[in-house]
């Protein structure tokens, strides 16, 4: 008995697909490297390779406590003009008080061995507080600071020069302490090998290759 033509075709074409080779599965693609964290960042408006001055405002005296109150809040009423009330604040405080901040001065120049190592040392004062660091922080403390000192009476004056020395200083020392333990991050980050420079690729992609290149003469 003759099979139907379309029979056989098919049968034919079964026959030749259980035959033919079978294609290869795709091999896995090789895991890349994982990506290395990023660099630890300087606290804002800081710079990554220059530190901030550290705090003169400690184990003062008492005049030198408000006689260094005194510069900062000088300072705040040079610097700081969005702060609209520290001027006058300010110049009412030195009215208020200029017999107390004369003595302080007085004091204060006497706790150096010459006039130099004074003028020496307000420098570095001055320098502190106009830190752009920690402005913002600064100069509205600064500002309530002043209207306080002028109403604050004579002879309570010591006492609140020591409190509202450390709330002025208090930004600058907050960015210090941000800036120490981002430096302490960073050495932490490049003695993990973070900091190294590696190349990541795939190697089902790049091939190794027997052509040898001569260098040019």
Same mark, same amino acid.
Do not use: K
């Given at each position: 008995?003759?099979?139907?033509?379309?029979?056989?075709?098919?049968?034919?074409?079964?026959?030749?697909?259980?035959?033919?080779?079978?294609?290869?599965?795709?091999?896995?693609?090789?895991?890349?490297?994982?990506?290395?964290?990023?660099?630890?960042?300087?606290?804002?408006?800081?710079?990554?390779?220059?530190?901030?001055?550290?705090?003169?405002?400690?184990?003062?005296?008492?005049?030198?406590?408000?006689?260094?109150?005194?510069?900062?809040?000088?300072?705040?009423?040079?610097?700081?003009?969005?702060?609209?009330?520290?001027?006058?604040?300010?110049?009412?405080?030195?009215? #208020?008080?200029? =017999? &107390?901040?004369?003595?302080?001065?007085?004091?204060?120049?006497?706790?150096? @061995?010459?006039? %130099? *190592?004074? +003028?020496?040392?307000?420098?570095?004062?001055?320098?502190?507080?106009?830190?752009?660091?920690?402005?913002?922080?600064?100069?509205?403390?600064?500002?309530?600071?002043?209207?306080?000192?002028?109403?604050?009476?004579?002879?309570?004056?010591?006492?609140?020069?020591?409190?509202?020395?450390?709330?002025?200083?208090?930004?600058?020392?907050?960015?210090?302490?941000?800036?120490?333990?981002?430096?302490?991050?960073? #050495?932490?980050? =490049? &003695?993990?090998?973070?900091?190294?420079?590696?190349?990541?690729?795939?190697? @089902?992609?790049? %091939? *190794?290759? +027997?052509?040898?290149?001569?260098?040019?003469?």
């Amino acid at each position: 008995m003759l099979r139907p033509p379309l029979l056989v075709a098919l049968a034919a074409v079964a026959l030749l697909s259980g035959c033919a080779p079978r294609a290869a599965a795709p091999e896995p693609a090789a895991a890349l490297p994982p990506t290395p964290p990023a660099p630890p960042q300087p606290p804002p408006g800081g710079m990554a390779d220059q530190p901030p001055l550290p705090t003169p405002n400690r184990g003062l005296s008492p005049a030198a406590t408000l006689w260094h109150l005194r510069a900062g809040l000088n300072v705040a009423a040079l610097q700081c003009t969005q702060a609209d009330g520290i001027v006058p604040a300010y110049n009412r405080l030195l009215s #208020v008080h200029s =017999r &107390a901040l004369a003595r302080a001065h007085e004091a204060v120049v006497d706790e150096h @061995a010459n006039q %130099l *190592a004074y +003028d020496r040392a307000m420098t570095g004062l001055y320098n502190y507080f106009a830190q752009p660091t920690g402005r913002d922080g600064f100069c509205g403390t600064a500002e309530e600071i002043a209207v306080a000192a002028a109403a604050t009476d004579t002879a309570a004056l010591p006492g609140f020069a020591a409190t509202a020395l450390a709330d002025l200083d208090r930004s600058f020392t907050a960015y210090h302490a941000a800036w120490t333990d981002y430096r302490a991050r960073l #050495v932490a980050w =490049r &003695a993990s090998g973070s900091g190294i420079p590696r190349i990541a690729y795939d190697p @089902a992609v790049f %091939l *190794a290759s +027997d052509i040898v290149i001569a260098p040019a003469e």
